[in-house]
């Protein structure tokens, strides 16, 4: 058991290594077409299925109330919030239009869409 613990430690750190040399400029560059999106009067709209729904709530909701320290509020909305527009398109059997929809409702150009947001 002890074994098993460590072994899953190292492998976490050597994960977190790896991605701290591969991802600091995605990251970067992501962060900046959400911060040009946002200055330029455009809204960001995330989703996510299961937990990673639960993510993309908690993303929204940083972006309209705060994140760590108090600023104006940011025009985010969680594609999956709403059950009865979720249920209402998937009862039509559209399951693969439940985001599509709402971004082509919703969204617009220059706006940002973050999908399927996961937590490590």
């Known amino acids: 058991?002890?074994?098993?613990?460590?072994?899953?430690?190292?492998?976490?750190?050597?994960?977190q290594i790896a991605a701290a040399e591969a991802l600091p400029d995605a990251?970067?560059?992501a962060a900046m077409t959400l911060v040009h999106s946002l200055l330029n009067g455009n809204k960001i709209l995330c989703c996510?299925?299961?937990t990673s729904a639960a993510?993309?709530?908690?993303f929204a909701a940083s972006m309209i109330n705060r994140f760590e320290t108090e600023r104006p509020s940011l025009p985010?909305?969680?594609?999956?919030?709403?059950?009865?527009?979720?249920?209402?398109?998937a009862n039509d059997r559209l399951h693969d239009?439940?985001?599509?929809?709402?971004?082509?409702?919703?969204?617009?150009?220059?706006?940002?869409?973050?999908g399927d947001l996961y937590a490590w």
Do not use: P, W
């Open 97 to 114: 239009e439940v985001y599509a929809k709402q971004v082509r409702a919703l969204g617009h150009a220059g706006g940002c869409f973050i």
């Open 1 to 15: 058991m002890l074994e098993r613990i460590k072994v899953c430690f190292t492998e976490s750190i050597q994960t």
């Open 48 to 50: 996510g299925n299961g």
């Open 55 to 58: 993510n993309a709530q908690h």
């Open 76 to 89: 985010a909305i969680a594609l999956n919030t709403d059950n009865v527009v979720l249920t209402a398109i």
């Open 27 to 29: 990251i970067s560059r």
